[in-house]
């Protein structure tokens, strides 16, 4: 080893530039390496066009601190940070607990769990934009068929549900929800279903049953993957443009915005693209750990048993 | 022997339903019946909550025009006039519908194409060949699966501006295909290590080109993963909107979606026609969900949940 290194300190630089080669090229042979970077250089150039180039476009664009006085004293963007608060508190959370609890009712054997999981996992299946189209026509006041429907079947006068904040919000949110959930419950299904039988065995010659069964041995074995899924789910809520850009469309009076709708806004509406970036821009504080801690994850962590 | 002193317990437990044992039948039996009444309740509640919005498009695209604004929870003479407009293309916002229909296939088809070929060459050069530092490509790929793509669209579009690509479908079809490479990227590499390598290794030492390798051996083993991935790419090119709707902006390259949206913008949006439109397009992708349901959820739990 130390002969070795004396050696390379000792040689020319040609032989340096050559070593260097060598190490880029691993243990391939000459034309091997040129395939193998004929094959990367497509995915490479995607991502120098399309993604690295964008970046440092849209952080160049925010990059004037003036911008941001803007954005802050603007009440719009303060009631989209409540919003989207709320939105990532409420929506990942209720979503992701339904899912851990329906994933639980779809183990149960038989045909009929088998056509309830077929006919669940609907609102996945359909794009998004008829579904959040028909649920924004669901809930128009006046002539949505809820409110058709609560007063027909229950004699309530149901509210317009998209014309004040907070129950728009909760429209949203429930859409969401609603949209959503068939995933990640098909998700935590497939992670229920790894957990082997000898497990649920041995726990029941222990005596865990029912509650006890889950708190202590389905949990625990699913908390590292409950625990990735709620870094998605917060990542990709957060990044939700559709639910509200057509169920609320930011209404009433732009209270309803999420980062991502208002971003949009901003850019088009208003013809402000770089107040647009600056909006987005301000969630890179809450996005990049959450990102940073993600890929960690997602690289280390299967499926923890 | 110690087999029936097992059995004798049970045996009587099953007998005469009387004292201690009976009690705790009749409370398991009890216990049974209120699950599954439960159950049934939970279902019930479950359907009712998955089918109303999609029982609402059903309604409104089976009503006339003027029956949409009423009071009604069931469709008034219910028709399939607003399919046949759709079809035909007889109201003026749906003139350009088959043709925005064919630009929806276009972009949706090669984006799978696309997403299928660059990422199966990128999984194999660092999965397979061993690309040194490989891991690069890899972390470029995760690294854009967790930015949400919503924002980046302003950036984006600029750009798109910059490239002279703008109110292109191949603005388009770049946007989709760099949103949707990364998540195949991880299922290849994740259901590449179930091939194994001495494949590879023996068809080179018989003298293989990396290009017969891919082709002849890595392609036909990926091929339950080309599937997985190719539904992937093809429901979110053909459900996604955003980049859609910033991108294209002339009714001649328009998609389905975008114009489905123009359509809930305009001051007389009639409902019934829209609804029918909605469903058209509906339905091709929920097709192809139920035709790959399972491959595709066991892809997504791959790739979704081990990264």
Request: proline share 5%.
């Given at each position: 080893m130390t002969a070795a290194t004396v050696l390379d300190v000792g040689s020319p630089s040609s032989k340096q530039k050559q070593s260097l080669w060598r190490y880029w090229r691993g243990n391939l042979k000459g034309s091997e390496f040129t395939w193998a970077l004929a094959f990367s250089v497509p995915y490479i150039a995607v991502f120098v066009a399309f993604v690295a180039y964008p970046v440092f476009y849209g952080l160049w664009m925010g990059s004037d601190p003036a911008l941001y006085s803007d954005v802050f004293s603007d009440v719009i963007y303060q009631d989209t940070v409540v919003n989207t608060l709320v939105f990532v508190v409420l929506g990942v959370n209720l979503k992701l607990f339904l899912a851990l609890l329906l994933s639980g009712v779809f183990m149960r054997p038989g045909w009929v769990t088998k056509v309830m999981l077929m006919l669940f996992v609907l609102p996945w299946a359909v794009p998004q934009l008829p579904a959040f189209i028909s649920l924004h026509w669901m809930l128009n006041g006046e002539w949505g068929l809820l409110n058709n429907a609560l007063w027909i079947l229950g004699g309530i006068e149901g509210p317009s549900w998209l014309n004040e904040r907070w129950t728009a919000l909760g429209a949203a949110i429930a859409s969401h929800i609603w949209k959503w959930t068939p995933f990640w419950t098909v998700i935590l299904l497939a992670g229920r279903m790894s957990i082997p039988q000898d497990i649920y065995d041995a726990a029941k010659v222990d005596g865990a049953t029912g509650l006890n069964r889950f708190l202590f041995v389905t949990f625990p074995l699913l908390a590292n993957l409950y625990l990735v899924l709620t870094l998605l789910a917060t990542i990709f809520l957060l990044g939700d443009f559709n639910t509200v850009f057509f169920v609320t469309g930011g209404g009433p009076n732009n209270e309803t915005h999420l980062l991502a709708t208002l971003g949009v806004r901003n850019a088009f509406d208003l013809a402000r693209p770089d107040l647009g970036v600056a909006v987005v821009m301000t969630a890179l504080p809450v996005l990049i750990p959450l990102v940073i801690i993600l890929m960690r994850k997602l690289r280390t962590a299967e499926v923890q048993l | 022997m110690s087999t029936q002193s097992f059995t004798a317990p049970q045996a009587v437990a099953i007998g005469p339903r009387s004292g201690a044992a009976g009690r705790r039948g009749r409370i398991a039996r009890r216990w049974r019946y209120a699950t599954s009444a439960g159950l049934a309740v939970l279902y019930a509640v479950l359907?009712?909550?998955?089918?109303?919005?999609?029982?609402?498009?059903?309604?409104?695209?089976?009503?006339?025009?003027?029956?949409?604004?009423?009071?009604?929870?069931?469709?008034?003479?219910?028709?399939?006039?607003?399919?046949?407009?759709?079809?035909?293309?007889?109201?003026?916002?749906?003139?350009?519908?088959?043709?925005?229909?064919?630009?929806?296939?276009?972009?949706?088809?090669?984006?799978?194409?696309?997403?299928?070929?660059?990422?199966?060459?990128?999984?194999?050069?660092?999965?397979?060949?061993?690309?040194?530092?490989?891991?690069?490509?890899?972390?470029?790929?995760?690294?854009?699966?967790?930015?949400?793509?919503?924002?980046?669209?302003?950036?984006?579009?600029?750009?798109?501006?910059?490239?002279?690509?703008?109110?292109?479908?191949?603005?388009?079809?770049?946007a989709l295909v760099t949103f949707a490479t990364p998540y195949a990227i991880f299922i290849f590499q994740e259901y590449g290590r179930s091939i194994p390598i001495e494949l590879d290794e023996s068809a080179r030492i018989d003298g293989a080109s990396p290009l017969v390798i891919y082709l002849r051996i890595y392609l036909p083993l990926m091929a339950p993963a080309l599937v997985a991935v190719g539904t992937y790419a093809l429901l979110l090119a053909w459900n996604e909107y955003l980049y859609q709707f910033l991108l294209l902006s002339d009714k001649r390259n328009m998609t389905v979606p975008v114009a489905l949206a123009q359509f809930l913008n305009s001051d007389q949006a009639p409902w019934n026609y829209m609804m029918a439109t909605a469903i058209i397009y509906a339905l091709p992708p929920l097709a192809t969900y139920y035709a790959f349901r399972n491959r595709m959820s066991s892809g997504l739990t791959m790739g979704g949940v081990k990264g």
């Open positions: - | 359907l009712v909550w998955t089918f109303m919005p999609i029982y609402n498009i059903v309604m409104i695209a089976l009503e006339h025009e003027g029956d949409v604004y009423g009071n009604n929870i069931l469709p008034v003479q219910p028709s399939l006039d607003s399919f046949w407009v759709v079809f035909t293309q007889g109201y003026w916002y749906l003139e350009n519908f088959w043709h925005q229909f064919g630009n929806t296939v276009f972009i949706a088809g090669m984006v799978t194409f696309l997403v299928l070929l660059i990422a199966s060459m990128t999984s194999f050069t660092v999965g397979r060949m061993r690309l040194r530092n490989g891991w690069l490509i890899t972390n470029a790929a995760l690294l854009t699966y967790v930015i949400p793509a919503s924002f980046l669209a302003i950036p984006f579009y600029l750009i798109m501006n910059h490239y002279g690509l703008a109110n292109n479908p191949w603005s388009v079809i770049a």
